[in-house]
């Protein structure tokens, strides 16, 4: 199946620091990837979608000066969080999905990065 | 607006026993949906999808789930649990020309010894 990397899985960092994670797609091209957000004990929301070569849309609420995405290329898509502080403290998981010409393109998951900002 | 409700989030059962997750969604449009497995400090992992076709869809691990148009609903069922399958449960939902998915809260499943 469909293989999504996220680097790195686990990280901290100081209060007002930037942190950059990557999300890529190991075996096939992805004109779509997604970003989440995800707080203890409660469920996936979305942050944004970004396809390939284009500006990211990001969901309401969020700040895209804050979560900055890129989506460079079709195996590659990165999500900086800029100026962090604790209450950015979360798990972040990206998923992937390409274009198949169907109704519904399936999404594919990355194993999550866990941000700790002191 | 698409949205996915979870009953119960927390569900126990014992090893061997039936398990039964279940989803309620409200969609505009006709629903794709899906299951998906998350164990702590991991990714989601697709447990089955229902998109088109036949309304009792097999997953892996031996999960179902069946799709009831007039219930609205997608629930998820193993005949007899395994302590392997102590994780976090989500239910989602896209539909046909999206490409985005709007996910339940989650179900935390134990299973008893």
């Known amino acids: 199946g469909a293989v999504v990397s996220q680097h790195p899985s686990r990280v901290i960092c100081k209060s007002g620091t930037s942190v950059k994670i990557e999300c890529r797609s190991l075996?096939?091209?992805?004109?779509?990837m997604f970003w989440y957000r995800q707080f203890p004990k409660q469920s996936l929301m979305l942050m944004a979608t970004?396809?390939?070569?284009?500006?990211?849309?990001?969901e309401q609420g969020v700040e895209k000066d804050k979560f900055l995405i890129n989506h460079a290329s079709l195996t590659l898509s990165t999500l900086t969080v800029t100026s962090a502080h604790p209450e950015d403290s979360s798990f972040y998981i990206c998923?992937?999905?390409?274009?198949?010409?169907?109704?519904?393109?399936?999404?594919?998951f990355g194993p999550g990065t866990r941000l700790t900002v002191l | 607006a698409q949205s996915v409700t979870q009953l119960g989030s927390h569900v126990s059962v014992s090893e061997g026993a039936l398990v039964l997750l279940r989803c309620n969604y409200s969609s505009s449009v006709p629903p794709y949906l899906f299951w998906y497995v998350q164990y702590p400090n991991q990714g989601l992992q697709l447990l089955l999808k229902?998109?088109?076709?036949?309304?009792l869809v097999k997953g892996i691990n031996g999960f179902e789930a069946e799709f009831k148009k007039s219930e609205t609903s997608f629930h998820l069922t193993k005949p007899s649990a395994h302590m392997s399958d102590a994780a976090e449960y989500f239910c989602?939902?896209?539909?046909?020309?999206?490409?985005?998915?709007?996910f339940g809260a989650g179900t935390i499943l134990r299973v008893k010894s």
């Open positions: 989602a939902v896209s539909w046909k020309g999206g490409n985005k998915l709007v």
């Open positions: 229902y998109t088109t076709g036949a309304t």
């Open positions: 075996d096939f091209q992805a004109t779509t």
């Open positions: 970004s396809n390939e070569g284009s500006k990211a849309t990001y």
């Open positions: 998923s992937a999905s390409a274009s198949s010409g169907g109704a519904y393109n399936e999404q594919f």
